[in-house]
T-cell receptor
Framework: AQKITQTQPGMFVQEKEAVTLDCTYD???????LFWYKQPSSGEMIFLIY??????QNATEGRYSLNFQKARKSANLVISASQLGDSAMYFC??????????????FGTGTKLQVIP | ETGVTQSPTHLIKTRGQQVTLRCSSQSGHNTVSWYQQALGQGPQFIFQ???????GRGNFPPRFSGLQFPNYSSELNVNALELDDSALYLC???????????????FGSGTRLTVV
């Protein structure tokens, strides 16, 4: 079975500062993918960044980077230079392999980020 | 056509009733997944359809069923509604069933279902 754990229900960050959102995962699969999604109050899930389990480099997408530590099973999201528009719920998610089901994406419980002017 | 459109945006139903939620996927997206997101929780996988056939299912009872049509639209049907079915229902689509997972799912804005 796959599991995603996000231990920070809520986070505050000052505008223009960097913030790290924590995510740990558990899976018995060797091949898997990790995602971060942003969910504003409108409800839609916006894809931010992806990290494959065999990727040697940490993923980066603009202001987003994923701090992937495979041995510790962690996949933290780092947002640099926070903007007011970054205020939203952030979900860590995993798409598994043979045991987890290739089709299924497992989500964590989310972290509510609030950017303070 | 771009994006994923879900209808209706909000819905109120009575316990025991049946409901159909609709999703219109992006052209070329032949894989669609449905998720249930209870208040304050992350989305939970209900099932996935690929080329009009269900090819994956989460821990949801059979009263949750779906259909996918050749025109990239799909439906989620829930029978015998229960109070705990109140949630945001999200539809997500992508092209293909395998391939590069960097081609992440495109989500709709969801249908908020309230069962009273």
């Amino acid at each position: 079975a796959q599991k995603i754990t996000q231990t920070q229900p809520g986070m505050f960050v000052q505008e223009k500062e960097a913030v790290t959102l924590d995510c740990t995962y558990d899976t018995s699969d060797q091949s898997y993918g990790l995602f971060w999604y942003k969910q504003p109050s409108s409800g839609e899930m916006i894809f931010l960044i992806y990290q494959g389990s065999y990727d040697e480099q940490n993923a980066t997408e603009g202001r987003y980077s994923l701090n992937f530590q495979k041995a510790r099973k962690s996949a933290n999201l780092v947002i640099s230079a926070s903007q007011l528009g970054d205020s939203a719920m952030y979900f860590c998610a995993m798409r598994g392999g043979l045991s987890g089901g290739y089709q299924k994406v497992t989500f964590g419980t989310g972290t509510k980020l609030q950017v303070i002017p | 056509e771009t994006g994923v459109t879900q209808s209706p945006t909000h819905l109120i139903k009575t316990r025991g009733q049946q409901v159909t939620l609709r999703c219109s996927s992006q052209s070329g997206h032949n894989t669609v997944s449905w998720y249930q997101q209870a208040l304050g929780q992350g989305p939970q996988f209900i099932f996935q359809y690929y080329r009009e056939e269900e090819n994956g299912r989460g821990n949801f009872p059979p009263r949750f069923s779906g259909l996918q049509f050749p025109n990239y639209s799909s439906e989620l049907n829930v029978n015998a509604l229960e109070l705990d079915d109140s949630a945001l229902y999200l539809c997500a689509s992508r092209a293909g069933t395998g391939g590069d997972p960097r081609n992440g799912y495109t989500f709709g804005s969801g249908t908020r279902l309230t069962v009273v």
